[in-house]
């Protein structure tokens, strides 16, 4: 048994896990699992730059973090940085910022890793199961990318193709520095083809089409399930490994279309940081869904944080 801590830092979130894996039984149980929205992205799909308020966040958070991981005793530290700071010019400054609160370097991975780490995570609890067809087809839709991983037990084709919630809303729905609440049918269809796009370059590497099973990872999916679950808060565990249909994703996806921003903060499982975005990962959701004929999503809460931590089991 090993104690490993897992730091994944997003555009829209960061993450932390800390948790005791062992390879031998292919188990990790969680001591300590938490997620802050620090929106490292902020403007960078615009400017190519980390903005010095986003990253002063992000650190914030770090430092929090540091102090969890120390009074747990985690042998081992892997922080893996993702979309919005893949981009960023100014990428430095964030990386000796991690650095010095710390003690490790934030891993600038590229999308097929994204993508690695997310299929191990979703994955190593679904192999064993009977009643779900293969290949999987493990969609992780962040702020700033959408990672595509089809396998079996292993990796047979991944792409990283950058549409994400965060993006998406920040390219489509901010004019004058404020977002359209609700958006405009215009808005909705530049969205709808930017995903489509998106979706036919993902398609030139992973056969979307030879999908058996549908995995959603991440927080738009997540929150979509605990919606369309009914939950008066949110709960990982009833939303881990729920299956929501088609039908319900579109009646959810168009509900937040339409909703306003006092609506959505209103329902009991959204998170404030998520109130801005979701109707635009709700989007990229259903974009896929109907893209690869699936009838239902399976949502699951371990992705590439638990990808991480079981990189570093041995």
């Not at 370059?201 to 992973?206: D, P």
């Not at 009991?268 to 690869?292: F, K, N, W, Y």
């Amino acid at each position: 048994m090993k104690r490993v801590a897992a730091i994944d830092c997003g555009t829209n979130s960061i993450r932390l896990l800390v948790a005791d894996a062992d390879p031998a039984t292919g188990e990790l149980k969680d001591l300590d699992r938490r997620m802050q929205i620090v929106r490292l992205g902020q403007g960078v799909d615009r400017t190519g730059r980390l903005a010095p308020e986003a990253l002063e966040r992000t650190f914030a958070a770090c430092r929090e973090y540091a102090a969890v991981i120390k009074g747990l005793g985690a042998e081992q530290v892997r922080f893996v940085a993702t979309s919005a700071s893949r981009d960023a010019e100014n990428r430095e400054d964030f990386v000796r910022g991690v650095v010095d609160i710390l003690g490790v370097e934030p891993e600038v991975i590229t999308g097929d890793q994204e993508a690695e780490f997310s299929f191990n995570g979703a994955t190593k609890e679904l192999t064993a199961r009977t009643d779900l067809e293969r290949p999987f087809l493990v969609v992780d839709i962040g702020g700033g990318s959408t990672e595509f991983v089809l396998g079996s037990e292993s990796v047979r084709a991944a792409r990283s193709v950058d549409v994400g919630c965060v993006r998406m809303t920040e390219r489509h729905l901010v004019h004058g520095g404020d977002i359209s609440d609700p958006p405009a049918p215009g808005q909705i269809a530049a969205i709808k083809a930017d995903v489509a796009a998106a979706l036919d370059r993902a398609e030139e590497t992973v056969p979307l089409g030879e999908a058996a099973t549908l995995v959603g990872l991440a927080g738009s999916v997540t929150t979509v399930a605990a919606i369309a679950l009914g939950l008066s808060r949110y709960d990982s565990e009833a939303i881990h490994h729920s299956r929501i249909s088609l039908a319900k994703v579109r009646e959810i996806t168009g509900m937040l279309l339409s909703s306003t921003h006092a609506e959505r903060a209103a329902i009991p499982v959204m998170h404030p940081g998520r109130v801005d975005v979701i109707a635009a990962g709700a989007l990229v959701l259903l974009s896929i869904m109907e893209r690869t004929g699936a009838g239902e999503v399976v949502v699951s809460e371990h992705d590439i944080l638990d990808g991480i931590a079981w990189s570093l089991a041995g």
